[in-house]
C-alpha cells in the first residue's frame, strides 16, 4: 500500500501534469532528502523512473553526494546517469551568480537525459518549503503576479525544451514529511552546508524570516501555497488574454524590432500594456525587464517624438504617432505605411509619368486635363494648375532651408522640417520623404501640403494631378 506522501506525489503528477504509473520520468537527484525522497517514492509508485545527478564540482562534499546517489539508484535497481560541469567556470563566463549558474547547468543536463533517454518528464524535489522561500522573496522584492506564482507544479520551459514538462511532484509536501520519509526507507540524509550560509539572500529568509512567521501563523507554509496557486491561475488567465489581444495591437514584428500600434496599446488596460512590453523585450532577447523600465516605456508612449530613446539591455524606444516600437539599438525600423524615396537622387516626372518609390509607393503626374470642379479630394492626390508649373517635375528628398507655401496661409512661406515636426511625421522618414519640385520650388508635400502658387484657381485652364498610392 502506498503511504500518505506517495499517495500525494501519485496524485500531483496526475492532476498536474496527467501523468500515470508506468510513465518514463527523469528524476534530478541531487543527494538530498528531497530528491532521493522523490527517487524512491516514484519508484514504489511504479514509475519508469532514471536518475540524473550533476556534479557541479563545487562543494568538497560533491564526490560523497554522487557516491551516495548511486548507492541509492544500486540498491532500488534504477539506472543512474551523472554529468560533469564546471560551473565556477560557467558562471564565469556567463557573468553569472554561482547559484544561477548551477541552475542553468543542471537544467541543461537533466532535460537532456530526458532526450536522450525518451522520457515524458523531468521530475525534481521541490518541496512546499522551497515554495514558501520562493513566494516570499519575490513578495520582498516587489514581484507581479509571475513572481507570487511561484514554483508551478508542472509546466514546460522552453528554454530548455518545448516538449518535455518540468513537474514537482513534491510542491505539497512539507521538507518535515520527505526527511521523516527518508529515515523510514533508510535513505541517506546528506545536507547541503552552503543552506547556513547567511550571505545568500534565500538562507536568510528559509533561517531567519520563515521561522518567525511560521510563529505568527502555523499554516504559514499551506497559506504561501494558496498564494501561489491562486497567483498561478490569475497569471496564466491573464497571459492568455494578452496572447489573445496582441494581434488586434501588433503593427509589425522581427528579429530586431517589435511595433504596437500606439492608439491602440493605449486605449488597452494596464495590465495588458504592461505584458505587451514585458513580452517584446523578451522577443528581442531580454526576458528580464523590470517593473521600473516598464513602468518608464508605458509613460514615453504617451508623447511621440524624438528619435531613439535608450530603454533596457542594449533596446531603445521609437515613439512615432501611429507606433510604439522596441527595437534593438541598430535595427533599421519599417517605413512601408510611409512613402520614402529609395535613394537621395531626385527623379523626373513628365505629365503621364510616374515615379516608383520604396515598399510600393507610386507617385503619378497626371496628363494635362481641366480643371475639376473641386480640386481638394484627398492628402494624396494635389491638383495644381498646369501653367504654374515648369516640366518636367523633379521628385527628390529635403535639402537644408527647403520651405513651401501651403494653401491657407495666404502665401506665408513655412520650413518644410517644422511642417513635417507639426504633422508629427516620425524623423526617421523625414530625409526621404519624397517633395515634388517645379524648377526651385517646392510645389507638393504628398499627405502634408500643396504650394498656394500653383493651386487650381477660377483662372486654371489647363490642370495636372498628382497622385500618391502604394501597390498591393
Given at each position: 500500500?502506498?503511504?500518505e506522501?506517495?499517495e500525494?506525489v501519485c ?5 498536474a501534469?496527467g ?8 528524476v534530478g ?11 524512491h ?14 556534479h557541479h564540482g563545487?562543494r568538497e562534499a560533491?564526490d560523497?553526494d554522487?557516491?551516495?546517489v548511486?548507492?541509492v539508484?544500486?540498491?532500488l535497481g ?15 563566463a556567463g ?10 547547468a543542471?537544467y541543461?543536463?537533466l532535460f537532456?537525459?530526458a532526450?536522450?533517454q525518451?522520457a515524458v518528464a523531468v521530475?525534481?524535489g521541490?518541496?512546499?518549503d522551497?515554495?514558501s522561500?520562493?513566494?516570499?522573496m ?6 507581479g503576479l509571475?513572481?507570487l ?9 522552453p528554454?530548455w ?5 518540468l513537474a514537482?511532484?513534491?510542491l ?5 514529511a520527505t526527511?521523516a520519509?527518508a ?15 547567511r550571505?545568500?539572500?534565500r538562507n536568510r529568509?528559509?533561517l531567519?524570516?520563515?521561522p518567525?512567521l511560521?510563529v505568527e501563523?502555523?499554516a504559514l507554509?499551506a ?6 496557486a491562486?497567483?498561478?491561475a ?7 488574454e ?12 522581427d528579429d ?5 500600434q500606439?492608439?491602440a496599446f ?8 504592461r505584458?505587451w ?11 528580464e525587464?523590470g ?8 509613460r514615453a508612449?504617451?508623447y511621440?517624438?524624438g528619435?531613439?530613446r ?7 524606444l521609437?515613439?512615432?504617432p501611429?507606433t510604439l516600437w522596441?527595437?534593438?539599438?541598430r535595427?533599421?525600423l ?5 512613402p520614402?524615396l529609395?535613394g537621395e537622387?531626385a ?6 509619368g510616374?515615379?516608383?518609390?520604396a515598399?510600393?509607393?507610386v ?7 481641366p480643371p ?5 479630394t484627398?492628402p494624396a492626390?494635389?491638383?495644381l494648375?498646369a ?12 535639402r537644408?532651408?527647403?520651405a513651401?507655401a ?6 506665408r512661406?513655412q ?5 513635417m515636426?507639426?504633422a508629427?511625421i516620425?524623423?526617421r522618414?523625414?530625409?526621404?520623404w519624397p517633395?515634388?519640385v517645379?524648377?526651385e520650388?517646392?510645389?507638393w508635400?504628398p499627405l502634408?501640403?500643396?504650394a ?5 484657381t ?12 502604394r501597390?498591393?
Amino acid at each position: 500500500m502506498p503511504d500518505e506522501l506517495q499517495e500525494a506525489v501519485c496524485l500531483a503528477l496526475a492532476s498536474a501534469c496527467g501523468l500515470e504509473r508506468g510513465a518514463r520520468l527523469v528524476v534530478g537527484v541531487s543527494g538530498g532528502p528531497d530528491s532521493l525522497t522523490l527517487l524512491h517514492a516514484l519508484h514504489a509508485l511504479g514509475f519508469e523512473v532514471i536518475a540524473a545527478h550533476l556534479h557541479h564540482g563545487l562543494r568538497e562534499a560533491a564526490d560523497a553526494d554522487a557516491a551516495a546517489v548511486e548507492a541509492v539508484a544500486r540498491r532500488l535497481g534504477v539506472p543512474l546517469v551523472v554529468g560533469r560541469d564546471d560551473v565556477a567556470a560557467l558562471a564565469a563566463a556567463g557573468r553569472q551568480s554561482l547559484e544561477d549558474a548551477a541552475r542553468e547547468a543542471r537544467y541543461r543536463f537533466l532535460f537532456r537525459v530526458a532526450r536522450e533517454q525518451r522520457a515524458v518528464a523531468v521530475t525534481v524535489g521541490h518541496t512546499a518549503d522551497d515554495q514558501s522561500e520562493t513566494v516570499l522573496m519575490h513578495l520582498l522584492r516587489g514581484s507581479g503576479l509571475t513572481g507570487l506564482a511561484g514554483l508551478r507544479p508542472c509546466r514546460r520551459l522552453p528554454r530548455w525544451d518545448a516538449e518535455i514538462p518540468l513537474a514537482r511532484p513534491l510542491l505539497g509536501v512539507r521538507r518535515t514529511a520527505t526527511i521523516a520519509y527518508a529515515r523510514r526507507y533508510g535513505l541517506p540524509l546528506r545536507w547541503d552546508a552552503s543552506n547556513w550560509q547567511r550571505a545568500f539572500f534565500r538562507n536568510r529568509l528559509r533561517l531567519d524570516l520563515l521561522p518567525r512567521l511560521r510563529v505568527e501563523n502555523p499554516a504559514l507554509d499551506a497559506a504561501l501555497g494558496r498564494l501561489a496557486a491562486v497567483a498561478a491561475a490569475e497569471e496564466d488567465f491573464l497571459a492568455a488574454e494578452a496572447r489573445r489581444r496582441l494581434t488586434a495591437v501588433l503593427a509589425a514584428e522581427d528579429d530586431k524590432f517589435v511595433g504596437l500600434q500606439r492608439q491602440a496599446f493605449l486605449a488597452a488596460p494596464l495590465a495588458l500594456q504592461r505584458r505587451w512590453l514585458r513580452w517584446a523585450a523578451a522577443r528581442l532577447g531580454a526576458p528580464e525587464v523590470g517593473f521600473e523600465h516598464v513602468e518608464a516605456a508605458r509613460r514615453a508612449s504617451a508623447y511621440p517624438g524624438g528619435g531613439a530613446r535608450d530603454w533596457f539591455a542594449g533596446l531603445v524606444l521609437w515613439v512615432e504617432p501611429a507606433t510604439l516600437w522596441v527595437a534593438q539599438r541598430r535595427a533599421t525600423l519599417p517605413a512601408e505605411a510611409w512613402p520614402q524615396l529609395p535613394g537621395e537622387q531626385a527623379f523626373p516626372l513628365e505629365p503621364g509619368g510616374s515615379v516608383a518609390l520604396a515598399s510600393g509607393w507610386v507617385l503619378t503626374l497626371s496628363a494635362l486635363s481641366p480643371p475639376p470642379d473641386d480640386p481638394h479630394t484627398s492628402p494624396a492626390t494635389a491638383w495644381l494648375d498646369a501653367s504654374a508649373l515648369a516640366f518636367p517635375l523633379m521628385v527628390r528628398p529635403r535639402r537644408p532651408g527647403d520651405a513651401i507655401a501651403p494653401l491657407g496661409m495666404g502665401g506665408r512661406r513655412q520650413k518644410i522640417a517644422d511642417l513635417m515636426v507639426n504633422a508629427k511625421i516620425p524623423p526617421r522618414l523625414r530625409a526621404r520623404w519624397p517633395l515634388v519640385v517645379s524648377g526651385e520650388e517646392i510645389v507638393w508635400v504628398p499627405l502634408l501640403a500643396v504650394a498656394h502658387p500653383a493651386r487650381i484657381t477660377a483662372a486654371t485652364t489647363a490642370a495636372v494631378s498628382l497622385s500618391l498610392r502604394r501597390n498591393a
